[in-house]
């Protein structure tokens, strides 16, 4: 009875094995049309694909060349020069020193010439800087106080110059730090002094290149003005009053009183130097004289 059981079990789980090694069989041999088709689709999709990729790459490359492309920032230094006509310098200096307040500049120089002619103009000069940013404004604030005589605007790229220097800077700072590990690991005393020589002309370098690079990009964030004053014509000057010249006309004449009394004080000092000098030349003159005119004087010698 259990050979039977054992009989059967075996049989059943041969046609078990037999079941689903065909069933694996069967999926096996199924599987490939499947997936050919969907190589067969996708090979279809990619090659549909091809002409819509080609077109975005030209859309790609006509945007790219539809782009602008991006400049560097130039750095520019610039210097402006204008000349105005005006009805009062005074007024105008003092227009201009507030506008220069206003627009976060800097006076640098201010000259006033009053006219001693009475038919010269008064003129003025004012140097300032002012943000390069408010240049344009500030020229346009500045030609309104007056006629425009002039007006001249001059740049100068710097760009290079700031970039050589901050390629100057870094090398001598790499410089700087390999010379203070070799200084670190230097030995002898000679080799130490030798290194911090070297790094010292380094850190020299690295200042005075600091400072003019410094000096370059603060010649390019701030511009310089040079504005020039200058009155209307002399007739339109406001005429000295009868006291003032009367004043004038006082001062001058005790400044020359003065310089006339001052040269006879002068002049008595040297007198009283050479006083004995002059005693002796008149003394010995008047003797002289006397002699000289004497009619006795032969007579006396004959007896």
Same mark, same amino acid.
């Given at each position: 009875?259990?050979? !039977? $059981?054992? *009989?059967? #079990?075996?049989?059943? =789980?041969?046609? %078990?094995?037999?079941?689903? +090694? ?32 080609a ?9 790219a060349?539809v ?26 200096m ?6 220069i ?14 006219p ?5 103009r ?10 390069q ?16 005589? !002039? $007006?001249? *605007?001059? #740049?100068?790229?710097a =760009?290079?110059r %700031?970039?050589?220097?901050? +390629?100057?800077?870094?090398?001598l ?12 690991k ?12 070297e ?5 020299n ?13 603060n ?47 002068k002049?008595?000092?040297?007198l ?5 000098y ?17 009619? !006795?004087r032969g ?5």
């Amino acid at each position: 009875m259990k050979n !039977n $059981r054992v *009989i059967f #079990a075996a049989a059943l =789980g041969g046609l %078990i094995f037999t079941g689903c +090694a065909s069933t694996m069989d069967t999926q096996t041999k199924s599987v490939p049309p499947s997936l050919d088709r969907k190589n067969l689709n996708q090979m279809e999709n990619n090659t549909a694909s091809i002409p819509q990729s080609a077109d975005t790459s030209q859309k790609l490359a006509n945007s790219a060349q539809v782009l602008p492309v991006k400049q560097i920032k130039s750095q520019l230094i610039k210097k402006a020069t204008i000349s105005l006509v005006v009805e009062s310098v005074e007024k105008t200096m003092a227009t201009v020193t507030q506008l220069i307040h206003k627009q976060q500049g800097d006076l640098i120089k201010l000259t006033e010439n009053q006219p001693k002619d009475e038919f010269a103009r008064h003129t003025g000069l004012i140097q300032m800087r002012v943000p390069q940013s408010s240049l344009d404004a500030t020229l346009d604030e500045l030609a309104k106080l007056g006629n425009v005589k !002039n $007006r001249n *605007i001059t #740049a100068e790229d710097a =760009g290079d110059r %700031i970039v050589d220097f901050q +390629a100057q800077l870094t090398n001598l700072r790499r410089t700087e730090a390999n010379l203070q590990k070799i200084m670190d690991k230097a030995g002898s005393v000679r080799d130490t002094l030798s290194v911090s020589q070297e790094l010292s002309n380094v850190r020299n370098s690295i200042e005075r290149i600091d400072a003019q690079l410094k000096n370059l990009q603060n010649q390019v964030t701030y511009s310089s003005i040079t504005l020039n004053l200058e009155a209307a014509i002399s007739s339109k000057n406001p005429q000295r009053g009868f006291g003032l010249q009367v004043q004038e006309t006082w001062g001058k004449s005790t400044s020359s009183l003065s310089k006339f009394s001052m040269g006879l004080v002068k002049l008595a000092i040297w007198l009283m130097v050479y006083s004995p000098y002059l005693f002796i030349i008149i003394t010995v003159a008047y003797g002289y004289k006397r002699w000289h005119s004497n009619p !006795n004087r032969g007579g006396k010698v004959g007896d």
